[in-house]
């Protein structure tokens, strides 16, 4: 972007390609090409220079990969592999859009409390991009990664729900917070009863936007700014990481913000449970049982399942509005890890429309999810002697599946809903996706919901 000098060419090769860009460049170029052993490998960037020594172009190897076609968001390289300079990517790309969007995201760096010593790496938009549009998603993309990657010192309960309210005030929508003990007052004994140990105190948010005769399209994110584990405490290594447990809430309202900047054509409420699960003398303990909010009794199994228990009493008030589509997003469990690994969270739906469209959308955007089972028979795990529910499940298995199971007690009224169990957080850098916090699932439901209900 910014940058008023001429762009730097980077021309994607593959192998079949290469003798015939090599051809179209000049003899300087073409020469330390040929001296560099360049042959369009897949990934190998090689900066060359012209006549004077500065750089001509770039080559950028996609292999058989013709045109960046199977993976677009390889492009991402290029953020981090270039010397400093203003670039284009040049054609043929198979997605122009994601291919610029791949470039900007791969340059986002998290510098807030040290500066990158990383070059400044600059992109003009391709040719065929929509590029007031991906710059706005990549805006967005950088905003929700901040918020994941701000400590919890900093991204305390008031600076995640003002965060929202931030977002809200942008776009002229309506907000409501309910905050610390007004939350027994309005009924939402569970988020109370997660964030009362915390100096930082409980609050709800939630957000309304948009047409209200349009249809209603309800964002649910858990907001643990940290997860101690509470009187279940976490060991040390385990908690390390645990600013990111407000990754779901980062993931809705950057959903949100893509929704309601691109103007979608719906009636919006997103619903942010914000609490910090911390240990104090007035700590919520293993054995205590809440009523929650939508009446259901909740036997505590453990403390550090506290994810599922916040989010029960915001799915059961943003189900109130039967809305036509709810969709939650939650660092919920450590065995969706397990399973699937950091990058390809899981998520779940009994709606088989609903999951060929997230299935769909998510190759096609390049935000990867893959379908697991609300596998009935497994609601068996979280019952309770003494209560309707036990929030942890008994014999250790399956626990991302039991952990949606549970969610799906306290949606009844919403026409349709779906569930990701993200990580939130990419450990080891890729292409287009830096180390630190991600709003996994984001740009993907954004996506889905603009192609079901159109924007205006
Ligand atoms: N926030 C964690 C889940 C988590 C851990 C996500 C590590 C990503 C990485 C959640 O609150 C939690 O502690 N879940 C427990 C549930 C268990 C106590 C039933 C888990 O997954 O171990
Ligand atoms: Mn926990
Ligand atoms: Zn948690």
Redesign the pocket.
């Known amino acids: 972007m910014a940058a008023k000098v001429a762009p730097i060419p980077v021309i994607p090769v593959s192998a079949a390609r290469w003798e015939e860009v090599a051809a179209r460049l000049g003899p300087t170029a073409r020469a330390y090409a040929a001296a560099q052993g360049f042959a369009g490998k897949s990934g190998r960037v090689l900066v060359l220079p012209g006549s004077s020594g500065a750089i001509e172009a770039v080559v950028f190897g996609t292999g058989d990969d013709e045109g960046l076609a199977q993976s677009p968001f390889f492009a991402g390289k290029l953020a981090t592999e270039l010397p400093a300079g203003h670039y284009r990517l040049e054609g043929p790309l198979a997605d122009a859009n994601l291919s610029y969007l791949a470039c900007l995201s791969g340059g986002y760096r998290f510098t807030k409390y040290k500066e990158s010593d990383a070059p400044t790496v600059t992109f003009a938009p391709p040719t065929g991009c929509e590029s007031d549009r991906i710059e706005r998603i990549a805006k967005a993309l950088a905003a929700g990664r901040d918020l994941i990657n701000t400590p919890a010192n900093e991204m305390t309960t008031d600076a995640l729900a003002a965060a929202a309210r931030a977002l809200a005030a942008r776009y002229g929508a309506h907000v409501e917070e309910i905050v610390g003990d007004a939350l027994l007052r309005d009924n939402f004994p569970i988020i109370h009863a997660v964030g009362r140990a915390s100096a930082s105190p409980p609050r709800l948010v939630s957000i309304r936007w948009g047409d209200p005769s349009a249809p209603r399209v309800a964002l649910v994110g858990k907001g ?1 700014v940290f ?1 101690t ?1 509470g009187l ?1 405490l ?1 060991p040390d290594n ?1 908690m390390l ?2 600013k ?2 407000m990754g779901g809430a980062a993931a809705a309202i950057t959903a949100a913000d893509l929704l309601m900047g691109g103007n979608a054509k719906i009636c919006l409420h997103l619903v942010l449970p914000i609490v910090e ?1 911390a240990v104090a003398g007035n700590a919520f303990r293993p054995g205590d049982i809440y009523r929650s909010r939508k009446g259901l009794t909740v036997e505590i ?2 403390t ?4 599922r228990l916040i989010l029960a009493d915001a799915l059961a008030f943003a189900d109130d509005d039967e809305p036509d589509l709810m969709i939650d997003f939650a ?7 397990v399973a699937l690994g950091p990058d390809l969270p899981p998520f779940y739906t009994d709606d088989e429309m609903l999951a060929e469209a997230i299935a769909r959308t998510g190759v096609a955007v390049q935000d990867p999810v893959w379908r697991l089972p609300l596998w009935k028979p497994y609601r068996s795990m979280f019952d309770s002697k003494v209560a309707d529910l036990n ?3 008994t014999g250790g298995f399956a ?1 991302s599946i039991t ?1 949606a199971l549970f969610l799906q007690r306290f949606v009844t009224k919403a026409k349709t809903w779906a569930h990701f169990d993200i ?2 957080w990419t450990p080891t850098a890729k292409p287009g996706r830096p180390e630190g916090g991600e709003p996994q699932a984001a740009r993907l439901v954004a996506s889905m919901i603009e192609a079901k209900f159109g924007v205006a």
Not at 331 to 337: D, V, W
């Open positions: 643990v997860d584990g279940n976490k385990s990481l645990m990111k447990d699960n199994g453990n550090d399942a506290e994810g660092t919920l469990t450590g065995a969706a890890r929030n942890a499940g626990g952990a990580y939130g």
